[in-house]
């Protein structure tokens, strides 16, 4: 009676795990809107379109350089919609890290760390056609100059960097804090795998 009991239970937990498996679904990451992801589905790199973006690079800018460390983070945890709208969803993104040195090579800004939760800058959404990466900048202090970073690859060692800022400095600033935006604004700027 107890081996029965046994296996109806471990047939129901199959069945259970099947159903709940089969509500996942695996999207490549180009999918759009972002309205059609549903809780739980996973957004993947399925082509390695992330791939040629990975690594160190460099680009000069106003008389200073600007290092980048790009890695890729397989199923982050990501949100979309707001309030009752809200659903968690998983997808491969790219987490940038950011190092700029002035013309004596002095630091002055700095967010290279082996830690990959140590960034401002996190890929959003990939266009296969564009073959372009856009990120989230999350800002300087108090998220001065908040706003977008495209990378379009240009060959396997060189991508173009435009930035576009989009809002102003979050409420409850404290005063005297520098709110100086360090990272290129030009458009269009090269940058060369190292």
Aim: hydrophobic share 40%; with cysteine.
């Amino acid at each position: 009676m107890k081996n029965l009991f046994f296996q109806i239970f471990l047939l129901i937990l199959l069945v259970t795990s099947i159903f709940y498996s089969a509500q996942k679904r695996i999207l490549p990451l180009d999918t759009t809107p972002k309205d059609s992801i549903k809780a739980g589905d996973y957004l993947k790199d399925i082509d390695n379109d992330y791939k040629p973006f990975v690594g160190d690079w460099k680009a000069g800018f106003d008389n200073m350089t600007i290092l980048l460390r790009i890695r890729k983070v397989s199923k982050m945890l990501s949100e979309e919609g707001f309030r009752e709208d809200k659903r968690e969803y998983f997808e491969d993104v790219l987490v940038m890290q950011h190092v700029i040195l002035d013309s004596a090579g002095n630091v002055i800004e700095d967010y290279f760390s082996p830690n990959l939760k140590v960034y401002k800058i996190l890929s959003q959404r990939y266009s296969k056609v564009r073959k372009t990466a856009f990120f989230y900048y999350s800002g300087a202090n108090c998220g001065s100059g908040a706003g977008g970073v495209d990378l379009s690859m240009v060959d396997s060692t060189h991508f173009t960097w435009s930035y576009t800022g989009i809002c102003g400095v979050w409420g409850g600033c404290p005063k005297n804090t520098d709110l100086t935006v360090h990272i290129p604004t030009k458009r269009g700027l090269i940058f060369t795998k190292m």
